[in-house]
C-alpha cells in the first residue's frame, strides 16, 4: 500500500511538471530575452505561440523604444520598412480580447499587448511591448489611483516603488508574460537613438522562438 501511495505521488509530480508556463525567446543582436507567457491569459497566450510557431516575428524590429517606459515590436510592416518610415499601425486583420484582472500588473519587465483606441480594450493580434518603467513614490501612486481608480496592492505599491514599471497602464492594456532573463537587454535597446517618432535609428530585429519544455523526473 504504501509503495503505491509513493508511486501515484511521483507520477502525479511527474505529470504536473510538464504542465509550466509557455516560454519564448526572443534573439536580438544585443543579447536574448526570456519570456514566460502566462497560462490565464490563454487568448493571447495561445495567440502569441502560434505566430512563434509560424516564425512570424522572424525580421520584426523593435520600432518604438522609450527609456524608462517601454520597448514594441511586431508591427508586420517593420519587415521591410524603410529608414525613417514611421511604424505601429501593422496589424494582421484582427484583435485579440482584453484579459484584464487586478494581478496582474505592469511593473518592470511585465509583457503587454499593444492596441489603440478599442472601447473594448481588445489588442492587436502581433504588436507586443515589455515595460522599462521607473520607480514611483507613494504620492506618484496615489495620484494615479485618484485618475484611474485603480488601487494598488501592498505588494504592487513596493514593486513599484523599490524595483519600477508603468502603473498608469493598468488595467487598461492586458499583461500577458513577463520577463525573465534579459532586461538587462532590454534597457540596451530602449536606450539606442531614436528619432521622433521614437524608432531606433539604426534596425532592432528580432526572431522568436518557443523554448521546448525540459522534462524533470523525481525519484524517492
Known amino acids: 500500500m504504501k509503495k503505491t501511495l509513493l508511486a501515484l ?5 511527474v505529470t504536473g511538471s510538464f504542465a509550466q508556463k509557455h516560454k519564448i525567446k526572443i534573439e536580438t543582436e544585443y543579447g536574448d ?6 497560462d490565464h491569459t490563454p487568448l493571447n497566450t495561445n495567440n502569441m505561440v502560434k505566430l512563434a510557431k509560424e516564425h512570424y516575428y522572424d525580421s520584426t524590429l523593435f520600432h518604438r523604444c522609450i527609456p524608462n517606459f517601454v520597448i ?4 508586420p510592416k517593420s519587415k521591410h520598412a524603410k529608414p525613417g518610415e514611421m511604424l505601429g499601425e501593422g496589424d494582421l486583420g484582427y484583435t485579440i480580447p482584453a484579459e484584464l484582472n487586478d494581478s496582474d500588473y505592469h511593473k518592470r519587465g511585465a509583457l503587454g499587448v499593444a492596441r489603440d483606441n478599442t472601447p473594448d480594450k481588445s489588442g492587436s493580434a502581433c504588436q507586443f511591448y515589455i515595460v522599462v518603467g521607473k520607480k514611483y513614490t507613494d504620492e506618484e501612486l496615489d ?4 485618475k484611474t481608480g485603480r488601487k494598488f496592492t501592498a505588494a504592487q505599491r513596493e514593486m513599484y516603488k ?3 514599471g508603468t502603473p498608469h497602464l493598468d488595467g487598461s492594456y492586458t499583461v500577458f508574460g513577463e520577463v525573465l532573463e534579459g532586461m538587462d537587454v532590454v534597457d540596451k535597446i530602449s536606450s539606442q537613438p531614436r528619432d521622433r517618432h521614437d524608432r531606433p535609428n539604426k534596425d532592432i530585429a528580432m526572431t522568436v522562438k518557443l523554448m521546448k519544455k525540459k522534462k524533470r523526473f523525481l525519484f524517492f
Open 72 to 75: 514594441q515590436g511586431g508591427d
Open 9 to 13: 505521488i511521483a507520477l502525479f509530480i
Open 33 to 38: 530575452i526570456i519570456v514566460m507567457l502566462y
Open 143 to 146: 495620484k494615479i489611483t485618484v
Open 162 to 164: 523599490t524595483v519600477g
